[in-house]
């Protein structure tokens, strides 16, 4: 079982929509959850970022964290063509250690 | 202003000839990190230095290996390449010791290997 589980999708959404995205994991140890955004051939950049469970919301994102269920959304509201992209979630037990990537969800807002 | 940055930005090379890459941060984080990201796949870890100590991952093969001459720079080298080993290479930072963590990212070298 992998450590951290994503449906890559692609998803394919109207602008304005409202975007769920999600992940799943079994490590328990696990206290730091990250949404990356990855455009075409260009490295991660980091979205949002919380640590242990319950909501965090930034603009039009939004990130909740359910350890109870080991489960993690970012919420896209009034999805826009630049949020077109793939987006990582990842996790980690503790500072310094690795990062577990889900294997990203490919996202396209169309005009 | 790039914080973590990756040179180059594209790179090929030929089957079995020695390749480095190289990776430099201004952020003064102790922690870095190389992935291996092939297509439509999760970035896959490599090995990490936390501060001068190096952890391998155990399915990392030997071909793979790292420098860290100082805290700003830490390099990969890939001793013979192979056709499997084309993908984008990342590198990123944290900071350790911190109640909170995430990693920053450079843009990536994308490696083809002819």
């Known amino acids: 079982q992998k450590e951290v589980e994503q449906d890559p999708g692609p998803l394919s959404v109207p602008e304005g929509a409202i975007v769920s995205l999600n992940c799943t994991y079994s490590?328990?140890?696990?206290?730091?959850f990250m949404w990356y955004r990855q455009y075409s051939r260009k490295g991660p950049e980091l979205l949002m970022y919380?640590?242990?469970?319950g909501n965090k919301e930034d603009g039009r994102f939004t990130a909740q964290v359910d350890k109870s269920s080991k489960y993690i959304s970012l919420f896209i509201r009034d999805s826009q063509p630049s949020d077109s992209a793939t987006y990582l979630c990842?996790?980690?037990?503790?500072?310094?250690?690795?990062?577990?990537f889900g294997t990203g969800t490919s996202l396209t807002v169309i005009p | 202003d790039a914080m973590v940055i990756q040179n180059p930005r594209y790179q090929v090379t030929q089957f079995g000839k020695p390749v480095t890459l190289s990776c430099s941060q201004t952020?003064?984080?102790?922690?870095m990190y190389w992935y291996q990201q092939k297509s439509s796949q999760a970035p896959k870890l490599l090995f990490h230095?936390?501060?001068?100590?190096?952890?391998n991952e155990a399915d990392t093969p030997d071909n793979f290996q790292s420098r860290r001459p100082n805290t700003s720079f830490c390099f990969l080298d890939i001793r013979s390449p192979g056709l499997g080993d084309a993908a984008m290479y990342l590198c990123?930072?944290?900071?350790?010791?911190?109640?909170?963590?995430?990693?920053?990212f450079g843009q990536g070298t994308r490696l083809t290997v002819v």
């Open positions: 990123a930072t944290s900071r350790a010791g911190f109640w909170l963590d995430e990693a920053f």
């Open positions: 490590n328990s140890a696990f206290q730091y």
């Open positions: 919380t640590y242990s469970s």
């Open positions: 990842a996790m980690s037990r503790n500072t310094g250690n690795q990062f577990y």
């Open positions: 952020l003064n984080h102790n922690v």
């Open positions: 230095y936390y501060d001068k100590d190096f952890n």
